[in-house]
């Protein structure tokens, strides 16, 4: 099967289906991952799927979102990375926000035994990794949790976030570029998110570089309202090279 014949196939799994995951389609094609991520990506460029963590949805679908279980085991080595190197922003002491997001559940399970800091998060998973701790001081933020990302989010998360000021936001996203800015697919996730941006003296993105790209339905920043971006190796040079000359901090791990 030629390339435009696989890609037109693979554009009719999505709209069927909702969605399309590589591996799946590698079997079904009996091709490697890479042919599949380049079809992806093809078919991202003309318009007509977005992808997304492992796999593409069809254009249009900007309100997908996989549950935190999906995210934990897509792009998990490059996740590793950047929590470990995330680690080297934490201060030696003050106050830390982690947002809620599978790499911020890998930089809370990341925090130096000795480490002595104050870490607010409205993350369940966070929480959980860090509530035995002997030098985190946690503080676990209210609302009603979202069950797809065990995330509390709504007035009370707002409220608790208005009232604090952090020496340093590490913030997770479902897609950043440029053009679109920070994206995530839940309006009441992009208001805490905007409320953690807020509560930051530094703001720390953490993103693996699948998300570059990607947008979703609901907008919470730009770019430029970051401190540093920490990404993976993955990140195109020239994408990497347009960021660095928008005034962004690009580490590639």
């Known amino acids: 099967m030629y390339a435009p014949e696989r890609q037109q196939e693979i554009l009719r799994l999505a709209r069927d289906g909702g969605r399309v995951d590589v591996l799946s389609l590698a079997d079904t094609f009996q091709v490697t991952a890479e042919t599949i991520r380049r ?35 897509t792009a998990a080595d490059e996740k590793d990375r950047i929590a ?24 809370a399970g990341a925090v130096p035994l000795e480490s002595a800091l104050t ?7 966070a929480a959980a990794r860090l509530a035995d ?40 996203t479902n897609g950043f570029s440029l053009a679109h800015g920070l994206t995530t697919p839940d309006l009441a996730e992009a208001a805490v ?11 720390v993105l953490l993103a693996d570089s699948a998300k570059h790209g990607q947008e979703h339905f609901a907008r919470f920043g730009d770019l430029t309202d970051i401190d540093l971006l920490i990404t993976d190796t993955g990140l195109n040079p020239a994408d990497e090279v347009a960021l660095a000359a928008a005034g962004v901090e690009v580490l590639c791990v």
Do not use: N
Request: proline residues 4%; without cysteine; charged residues 30%.
């Open 133 to 172: 701790h002997p030098g985190i001081d946690l503080h676990l933020v209210g609302g009603r949790v979202r069950h797809r990302t065990r995330a509390a989010v709504d007035a009370w998360a707002l409220r608790a976030y208005d009232e604090i000021r952090a020496d340093v936001v590490f913030l997770g």
């Open 193 to 203: 998110k905007r409320a953690l941006v807020a509560a930051g003296r530094r703001v």
């Open 119 to 125: 870490v607010v998060t409205h993350s369940l998973p």
């Open 39 to 73: 079809d992806l990506k093809a078919l991202d460029r003309a318009g007509l799927v977005r992808r997304v963590h492992g796999g593409a949805i069809p254009a249009g679908r900007l309100d997908f979102e996989p549950d935190l279980a999906e995210r934990e085991s």
């Open 84 to 107: 470990r190197a995330a680690v080297a922003e934490l201060p030696d002491e003050g106050s830390v926000v982690l947002d809620a997001g599978s790499t911020a559940v890998r930089l």
